[in-house]
């Protein structure tokens, strides 16, 4: 993993990690949400990945984790249940099992309801199929992560933030029949939205993941034109502009990646 991924996911891993929880709004269309939601065999999905974890614990982590699991299912009281899966979430995060700790940041989004939960379950989801050496906690991740972003957008449609975790989501693991649905979706928001600054930066990161260098550097610089203080656009720029051979300027970017 080199420096600018790793950056994306501590910055994801702070996202996880903070404060947050607001208003209780719930939209007209979330019960679509969540019936799409119960389509997708959660229970199967999460008994799996938890038989093949759980083994792996120590007997003090494996003793904490029970506590915990035993604590949700003797209270009927959703704050002490959110409370909980909080403390769950951050334990199988700890323990380097983000696929598990995204479905307990799931729990707590599905009882919180707050586009906040729902958009730290998907982030958490992509830091597992990020993290994901098989393919099936790879396709379980990315699909939950979608759907978790989805239902912030559903809470929250004005949110440019929640469309573009949707749209990087799919650009990471692309739909067999439409591989270029998140690429697409990050241009349709990027016509939308010119100066938004993270439409900008996923472009660049896409650009570079693809070989277009000087799309993805003039995005960028674009993005630092509105966003000076953005590290990760100096990040990215920085691989852009060593691509392209311009040395000195990927220096500078670099330097700015590293400072920031």
Not at 5 to 21: D, K, N, P
Not at 143 to 157: D, L
Request: glycine residues 4%; aromatic residues 8%.
């Amino acid at each position: 993993m080199n420096k600018t991924q790793l950056i994306l996911v501590g910055s994801a891993v702070l996202l996880f990690l903070g404060l947050y929880f607001g208003a209780n709004t719930k939209p007209s269309d979330y019960s679509k949400i969540e019936k799409k939601r119960a389509l997708s065999a959660e229970s199967t999905g999460i008994n799996s990945l938890l038989l093949e974890a759980k083994p792996e614990l120590s007997n003090k982590e494996s003793a904490f984790i029970l506590s915990l699991e035993k604590q949700i299912a003797e209270t009927a009281t959703d704050s002490v249940k959110i409370a909980g899966y909080k403390n769950l979430a951050s334990k199988w995060f700890e323990y380097n099992r983000a696929d598990i700790s995204g479905y307990y940041a799931e729990k707590v989004a599905s009882l919180d309801q707050t586009e906040e939960a729902w958009s730290i379950a998907g982030t958490t989801y992509m830091i597992g199929a990020r993290k994901a050496t098989a393919d099936k906690i790879r396709k379980f991740c990315s699909t939950k992560a979608v759907q978790a972003f989805e239902s912030a957008i559903s809470i929250n449609p004005d949110n440019i933030a929640h469309k573009v975790n949707l749209a990087t989501a799919y650009a990471e693991n692309p739909p067999a029949d439409n591989p270029m649905k998140g690429v697409l979706m990050l241009l349709d928001l990027n016509k939308a939205n010119p100066e938004s600054v993270p439409v900008l930066v996923s472009l660049g990161r896409f650009g570079i993941q693809t070989g277009q260098f000087d799309k993805a550097s003039e995005r960028l610089k674009k993005a630092i034109n509105l966003d000076p203080m953005n590290k990760q656009a100096h990040c990215y720029l920085a691989e852009a502009l060593t691509a392209l051979g311009d040395q000195a300027a990927a220096k500078d970017a670099q330097l700015k990646c590293s400072t920031l």
